[in-house]
Antibody, heavy 124, light 105 residues
Framework: QVQLVQSGAELKMPGASVTVSCTAS????????LHWVRQAPGQGLEWMGW????????NYAQKFHGRVTMTRDTSINTAYMEVSGLRSDDTAVYYC?????????????????WGQGTTVTVSS | DIQLTQSPSFLSASIGVRVTITCRAS??????LAWYQQKPGKAPKLLIY???TLQSGVPSRFSGSGSGTEFTLTISSLQPEDFATYYC????????FGQGTQLAI
């Protein structure tokens, strides 16, 4: 069964950093792009960036440049996203999602498999 | 960045009716558009990609169309399980989402 399993909820102080993990099962992490999306309480979806696990290449939303780092460990089929300098408005559910984008043809396929979400709460 | 604007933001409808949600892009985005459904407390679910291609397992009452800067998601006959929030997303460069459309009874 293809799925993405994320790490558990986190409570962090303002100014701290948090790392959320996303482990792929049922497929090889390196076969697809992986995106990170967040959703603040009662708000819409906000795209944060992607990582291409095969190469480690990344593309971040401008808003998160310098504060978000996406990495991966292909030996354990796991991707990571670190957010530094946490603020109260970083309180959100963070999702990872798979993207079967075809590099050769440029064909888009959307984000077809999502993790269950990780709640990150930033509070003093 | 390309911005996506959905309309309406809130839609009230009854079982069995046809509903349409619009997504307008700030510039042309070719076929790089997807639609998602999200229910409270759940991850989004991919419904349609490349403007009009139905994701495997999604009921055929969902359809997508459009080109250039204007796109639509249509549900031909609303079912009780369709009441949710719907988002469009640009599938290139920076993968921005629309602000969402809440569909309620």
């Amino acid at each position: 069964q293809v799925q993405l399993v994320q790490s558990g909820a986190e409570l962090k102080m303002p100014g701290a950093s948090v790392t959320v993990s996303c482990t792929a099962s049922g497929y090889s992490l390196t076969a697809y792009f992986l995106h990170w999306v967040r959703q603040a309480p009662g708000q819409g979806l906000e795209w944060m960036g992607w990582i291409r696990p095969e190469t480690g290449g990344t593309n971040y939303a401008q808003k998160f440049h310098g504060r978000v780092t996406m990495t991966r460990d292909t030996s354990i089929n796991t991707a990571y996203m670190e957010v530094s300098g946490l603020r109260s408005d970083d309180t959100a559910v963070y999702y990872c999602a798979r993207d079967p984008y075809d590099i050769l043809t440029g064909a888009p396929y959307g984000l077809d498999v999502w993790g269950q979400g990780t709640t990150v709460t930033v509070s003093s | 960045d390309i911005q996506l604007t959905q309309s309406p933001s809130f839609l009230s409808a009854s079982i069995g009716v046809r509903v349409t949600i619009t997504c307008r892009a700030s510039q042309g985005i070719s076929h790089y558009l997807a639609w998602y459904q999200q229910k409270p407390g759940k991850a989004p679910k991919l419904l349609i990609y490349a403007v009009s291609t139905l994701q495997s397992g999604v009921p055929s009452r969902f359809s997508g169309s459009g080109s250039g800067t204007e796109f639509t998601l249509t549900i031909s006959s609303l079912q009780p399980e369709d009441f949710a929030t719907y988002y469009c997303q640009h599938l290139n460069s920076h993968f921005n989402f629309g602000q969402g459309t809440q569909l309620a009874i």
